[in-house]
Nanobody
Framework: QVQLVESGGGLVQAGGSLRLSCVAS????????MGWYRQTPGKQRELVAS???????MYADSVKGRFTISRETPKKTVYLQMNSLKPEDTAVYYC????????????WGQGTQVTVSL
């Protein structure tokens, strides 16, 4: 059974930084994509950033130049370094792990709150 455990959320002032971490455990196919999504009340969950096993990254336009995703594949860990945070970045951030092995496997963490104050 795959589990994802996030950490690093919290309250920060606008312009500040936070670093989110997510550790995966369980049976995970070696070729996979790990990513971060976020959700605010009443809105759909949206992709923030993702990174494949070989290091290919993707970012939402709203975070380009401010957020950096990275991973330590042997440790099954993904990070999201968030700089120059804005109040509109306030959301619950979810870690995601996805891989295809015959069928699609999609796993989520429990979420961590990020709040950016003025």
């Amino acid at each position: 059974q795959v589990q994802l455990v996030e950490s690093g959320g919290g309250l920060v002032q606008a312009g500040g930084s936070l670093r989110l971490s997510c550790v995966a455990s369980g049976n995970i196919f070696s070729l996979n994509t790990m990513g971060w999504y976020r959700q605010t009340p009443g809105k759909q969950r949206e992709l923030v950033a993702s990174i494949t096993t070989i290091g290919t990254t993707m970012y939402a336009d709203s975070v380009k130049g401010r957020f950096t995703i990275s991973r330590e594949t042997p440790k099954k860990t993904v990070y999201l370094q968030m700089n120059s945070l804005k109040p509109e970045d306030t959301a619950v951030y979810y870690c995601n792990l996805n891989f295809k092995l015959g069928r699609n496997y999609d796993y989520w963490g429990q979420g961590t709150q990020v709040t950016v104050s003025l």
